[in-house]
């Protein structure tokens, strides 16, 4: 899924892609992981031993002065009833190479600070409705253990707030007196028992930096062999993060992670200007976890061979018909059909569309599915779900929860955002830093009481394409990504992006691969038109935008078959592709079957 999305004004889309702004766009498109230095969750590299604000100078200095600040500021006209600092320290490691070569090496040490302050009440504080920005205010930190320097930033940042907040809340107030009465009146901040969690980071796992320079070299020079291939990267970003949290309430929580990433993109045009992507990606908490080299490889000429056949392949017409989505396809269908619908806030607010809102209880997906968010999941399979987190970014512990069983609604994804008759959180706050935390997706997991082996779905998509009279229908292979639109003001519409599409015809001809539609449609009739699943989960890795920003996320679905699938062309440029055979490829011309240079052997 690239992206995917709510309410949120903009999103994140891919590269050489324009940016849909003025809707809700959570694009999930693995590539972008690296895109997310602090609101990555990683992996839990070892076994966390305890610390203390005695060992750790920074912790030590967070929590003295947020307690200065608290006694301080208490004393003003306007005391804050909630003040919180999180501190994501990163060192991280970024090779990518092209053709051979290296385009960046490079390493860096970040420190970043949110401080989070709410003054009013619980019931109705400064970060009401649209006012909700102004609960943070963020900066850069010093690096080091320098706690007077740490403290002096902190100091600013927190008073930086405090004359943003204030205001607001006055705002609030003003807005809240004059316009009509809501009809959710929860209040804007839950209560909850203050946790400590401190782990000490462990030691650092040895990465071999300059054997992964050869490595990436080679893995990129493979490209070099496909004209067609007119643009490709091979990146691995190697990442140690540690996120310190402290809070008024009492909360202390300090959680260390590390993360292997890499990510292998390329691109092509067909004639007719149509850029066609594709992407692979493997993650690990350390590099000796990602595939070897060969198979590395591999994928790189599959990426290549399927670009090659995409440039050849005829454009796909409107349809509307049977079809199947690959569990990948249907991990990230639903991650943008189902999953933002059911987070949160989006219940309670009146710019939302509100689909599900009061469907509690009532049969909202057929009876044979079933779907939990649990961020505790950090493997599924033997691949890491990038969406996995032991606390969230308001200090809750996370949590599976159950939000709809055998096809009916229970619950949604809470931060402390409360909504009519959902109270408390359930560890799904999450946010990029900068932004405040709204109820997020993590590792959304869908399961099926109803599946046929994976090797019978093509011939059920046949039946149903024989039974509905029409000539095929389609096979969703793969997918790169997907929006959706929450907001009443827009249709309550989605779109989700494929890469890798066939049509399967009902006369027994072979497979036909074809490009340029989008999946399209509404929600509440689409997820209707589940008509059985495969029985092997698939998992689809990816970055999600939205209100609170970008985080990682994660979606797990068998393959499904539809009764009825909509898609419809997709906009392309039309930019020829390049005039000039690529060097090397002169008397054979680029885009024609030329003879295979020898790989790069740096």
């Known amino acids: 899924m690239k992206n995917s999305g709510s309410s949120a004004k903009g999103g994140f889309v891919p590269s050489r892609r ?10 999930m498109l693995a590539a972008q992981l690296v895109g997310l230095p602090f609101a990555t969750a990683g992996d839990k590299a070892a076994t966390p031993t305890a610390a203390t604000a005695e060992s750790d100078p920074v912790l030590k200095a967070m929590q003295n002065e947020i307690a200065r600040a608290t006694t301080e500021l208490g004393k003003t006209e306007q005391p804050p009833y909630y003040l919180s600092y999180t501190v994501y320290d990163q060192d991280f490691v970024v ?21 989070n302050m709410r003054v009013g009440g619980p019931e109705l504080d400064n970060t009401h409705g649209q006012s909700r920005p102004s609960g943070v205010t963020s900066g850069s930190l010093p690096l080091g253990n320098d706690g007077d320097a740490i403290a002096r930033v902190l100091w600013e940042l927190t008073d930086r707030e405090y004359k943003r907040a204030v205001p607001s809340l006055l705002n609030v107030r003003t807005n809240t007196a004059v316009r009509a009465e809501e009809e959710d009146k929860s209040p804007d901040f839950s209560k909850e028992k203050p946790q400590t969690h401190l782990e000490e980071a462990p030691a650092a796992t040895a990465f071999d930096r300059a054997a992964w320079e050869g490595e990436i070299k080679r893995l990129s020079g493979a490209f070099r062999k496909y004209p067609e291939v007119y643009y490709s990267t091979v990146m691995i970003q190697v990442q140690r993060s540690n996120s310190r949290m402290v809070s008024s309430e009492g909360s202390a929580i300090v959680s260390p ?69 690959s569990g990948r396809a249907a991990a990230v269908f639903f991650h943008e059909v189902l999953g933002h619908r059911l987070e949160g806030h989006r219940q309670r607010d009146e710019e939302e569309g509100q689909t599900f809102t009061k469907k509690v209880g009532q049969e909202v997906l057929p009876k044979f599915l079933s779907v939990i968010d649990d961020p505790t999941t950090h493997e599924l399979a033997g691949m890491k779900l990038a969406g996995a987190y032991d606390f969230d970014n308001e200090g809750e512990p996370a949590r599976r929860v159950e939000v709809i069983k055998d096809g009916v609604l229970e619950n949604f994804l809470m ?15 999450r946010n990029q830093p900068g932004r405040m935390p709204t109820g997020r997706q993590g590792n959304l997991i869908v399961t099926s009481t109803k599946t046929v082996p994976e090797a019978e779905m093509r011939q059920k998509l046949i039946d149903e394409v024989k039974k509905q009279g029409k000539p095929y229908g389609l096979y969703f292979d793969d997918i790169q990504g997907g929006f959706t639109l929450t907001t009443r003001a827009l249709p309550q519409a989605f779109q989700v992006l494929p890469v890798i599409v066939y049509k399967v015809y009902a006369d027994g001809r072979p497979d036909e691969l074809v490009r340029g539609v989008d999946i399209v449609g509404t929600p509440l009739a689409a997820l209707t038109r589940i008509l059985t699943t495969g029985d092997q989960p698939k998992i689809f890795n990816g970055v999600c935008g939205a209100e609170s920003g970008q985080v990682p996320v994660a979606a797990v679905a068998p393959s499904m078959l539809f009764s009825e699938m909509e898609v419809q062309k997709r906009a392309h440029e039309h930019e020829r592709p390049p005039l000039l055979p690529p060097p090397g490829f002169e008397n054979a011309g680029a885009g024609k079957d030329a003879p295979a240079k020898a790989e790069v052997q740096p």
């Open 18 to 27: 324009k940016e849909l702004l003025g809707t809700a766009a959570c694009w």
């Open 95 to 115: 090779l990518v190479g092209a053709y051979g070569s290296l385009l960046t090496n490079s390493a860096a040490q970040r420190r970043f600070a949110d401080v």
């Open 257 to 325: 992670s590390s993360s292997v990433r890499m990510i292998m993109e390329a691109q092509t045009r067909a004639e007719d200007g149509m850029d066609l992507l594709r992407v692979e990606t493997f993650q690990s908490p350390a590099a000796s976890g990602l595939p070897s080299e060969a198979e590395l490889t591999g994928k790189i000429e599959k990426m290549a061979t399927d670009l090659i056949a995409l440039r050849k392949a005829p454009v796909a017409e409107p349809y509307d018909g049977p079809a199947v989505l």
């Open 415 to 429: 931060s402390r955002m409360p909504i009519k008759n959902f109270g408390q959180s359930n560890g799904h706050g």
